[in-house]
T-cell receptor, first 114, second 116 residues
Framework: KQEVTQIPAALSVPEGENLVLNCSFT??????LQWFRQDPGKGLTSLLL???SQREQTSGRLNASLDKSSGRSTLYIAASQPGDSATYLC?????????????WGAGTKLIIKP | DAEITQSPRHKITETGRQVTLACHQT?????MFWYRQDLGHGLRLIHY???????NKGEVSDGYSVSRSNTEDLPLTLESAASSQTSVYFC???????????????FGEGSRLTVL
């Protein structure tokens, strides 16, 4: 059974630092992996989606990588800003599940200190 | 721009009452989903639909129902609200997984329901 883990659960860093958020999954048979951002009291915003055949995706200051063999994805945030403060969730879409439902991590709460 | 709209955004109701949460998407997506989000449990799938007249149970479907009469809407009904159903509810949609589609998931802003 696919399990998705995000460590740490919370992270606090000073503004301007480059940082990496981690997402681990137990089964490498995935269709794709998606990173989301959630602000307090808001819905989830899709940040990046990586297909199983891809190694990375980039959007602005964000870069997501995927290493299926090791069961890991990382979300790299360059030159962090206070506005990046949010909870970041990753979700894996299993390849062998006939319903292709997403399996969710619990999220990493990120605080960027001014 | 395409979007997903949920209503109401906030609702307080009493135990035993019927409640319907609306979800309307303008993405023209075939797939629609309802999740609930609770502290300590993360996101859990309630019901989902792959198209008009299609509905399926998720992992926490007891006490909830959905119907899909058109592409745009998937209302979620709590037949007899219970305090355990106090939660934040999110509607989401995606393209069908076919023809190279990624199935990227898009969410609404959420509906906060309190059952007293």
């Amino acid at each position: 059974k696919q399990e998705v883990t995000q460590i740490p659960a919370a992270l606090s860093v000073p503004e301007g630092e480059n940082l990496v958020l981690n997402c681990s999954f137990t089964d490498s048979a995935i269709y794709n992996l998606q990173w989301f951002r959630q602000d307090p009291g808001k819905g989830l915003t899709s940040l990046l989606l990586i297909q199983s055949s891809q190694r990375e995706q980039t959007s602005g200051r964000l870069n997501a990588s995927l290493d299926k063999s090791s069961g890991r994805s990382t979300l790299y945030i360059a030159a962090s800003q206070p506005g990046d403060s949010a909870t970041y969730l990753c979700a894996v879409r299993p390849l062998m599940d006939s319903n292709y439902q997403l399996i969710w991590g619990a999220g990493t709460k990120l605080i960027i200190k001014p | 721009d395409a979007e997903i709209t949920q209503s109401p955004r906030h609702k307080i109701t009493e135990t035993g009452r019927q409640v319907t949460l609306a979800c309307h998407q303008t993405w023209n997506h075939n797939n629609m989903f309802w999740y609930r989000q609770d502290l300590g449990h993360g996101l859990r799938l309630i019901h989902y639909s792959y198209g008009v007249q299609d509905t399926n149970k998720g992992e926490v479907s007891d006490g909830y129902s959905v119907s899909r009469s058109n592409t745009e809407d998937l209302p979620l009904t709590l037949e007899s609200a219970a305090s355990s159903q106090t939660s934040v509810y999110f509607c989401a949609s995606s393209e069908r997984l076919a023809g190279g589609s990624t199935g990227e998931l898009f969410f609404g802003e959420g509906s906060r329901l309190t059952v007293l």
